[in-house]
């Protein structure tokens, strides 16, 4: 008898280390009684009748992350590849389902990922792919969704995180892009040069306004102090021709001096003798009278002889 009470011992402790077991957080056992389904046991401290029953591996109860490529057509032949992340969980009352229906959950979610995004992105051009990501995205999540959550997996979420066509489409659309901006950037360089136009035609429009409005003023003045200086002159005894011939005569020297204190300037010199001033002045009367005279006669003139002629 003392000779077995060690294996004894050693046989009865295999059975109780054996029949005990831990289940951690966040995963889920599944026991079988002669190969049948048992129970289902979560986090914490259990036990089994040794031999009976056996327990499975530990079923992840987290939320898990797959990623998959694929690659397909758009509308407009142009082979892009998606990437999609879908994120799936199995609920804690589906362990059962999702341990004895479903061999491998990632080829079977990936198939449906193919399916949908090449049924989907074939009818779409290469823009309105990146602009509706978001719908193929929820496209996806609905198919499975549907198909999934009878094998005990719900699923979280689902993106479209890349979309990446082919490098010479890439660098045609970079091209696109380039010029496009190039364009609205001359649109508005030409729209900058025409206000800048207009606004230096205005300037400039201004300047010309003050500029004559500057000289008729300048030759306002000028025109008062002559009657002034000619008045003065007047009442100093010097008759009106005398007085006009001397301011004449005064402003032909203001000139010669002008000219003179420039360099580059031109000198025209007149005739310089006594009855300079009073010939120039009568020159003017002159020819003003002459022009005066050509003036009336021509408004004098009759109509009539002039439609003879015309007749």
Do not use: C
Request: aromatic share 6%; glycine share 4%; net charge neutral.
């Amino acid at each position: 008898m003392s000779v077995f009470l060690p294996f004894l011992i050693l046989i009865v402790a295999a059975l109780i280390a054996g029949s005990v077991f831990i289940v951690k957080q966040q995963t889920a056992v599944v026991v079988e009684r002669w190969g049948r389904f048992h129970s289902i046991r979560f986090a914490g401290l259990h036990f089994k009748v040794p031999v009976m029953d056996t327990k499975s591996k530990p079923v992840n109860l987290r939320i898990q992350q797959l990623d998959v490529i694929v690659e397909t057509k758009t509308k407009d032949d142009v082979f892009v590849h998606l990437k999609v992340s879908t994120q799936y969980q199995i609920p804690p009352d589906r362990v059962k389902d999702a341990y004895y229906k479903l061999q491998d959950p990632a080829g079977q979610i990936t198939s449906y990922i193919f399916d949908v995004v090449r049924a989907e992105v074939p009818k779409m051009r290469l823009d309105d792919v990146f602009e509706r990501k978001d719908d193929i995205a929820i496209a996806i999540k609905s198919e499975l969704n549907d198909a999934m959550i009878d094998y005990g997996y719900d699923i979280i979420k689902t993106l479209v995180t890349d979309i990446d066509p082919d490098a010479q489409v890439k660098a045609a659309m970079n091209r696109i892009n380039a010029a496009e901006r190039q364009k609205v950037a001359a649109q508005y360089e030409g729209d900058a040069q025409r206000i800048l136009i207009v606004e230096r035609a205005k300037a400039e429009a201004e300047s010309k306004r003050l500029q004559g409005k500057g000289i008729a003023d300048q030759r306002r003045e000028i025109a008062k102090g002559l009657e002034e200086s000619v008045d003065v002159l007047n009442r100093a005894g010097i008759n009106p021709q005398e007085a006009s011939a001397l301011i004449v005569i005064t402003q032909h020297y203001d000139t010669l001096q002008a000219i003179g204190q420039d360099t580059r300037s031109n000198l025209i010199l007149l005739p310089n003798n006594p009855n300079a001033a009073s010939n120039m002045l009568n020159d003017m009367v002159a020819s003003l009278v002459s022009a005066g005279k050509a003036m009336e006669m021509e408004k004098q003139k009759p109509k009539g002889k002039d439609n003879q002629g015309k007749s």
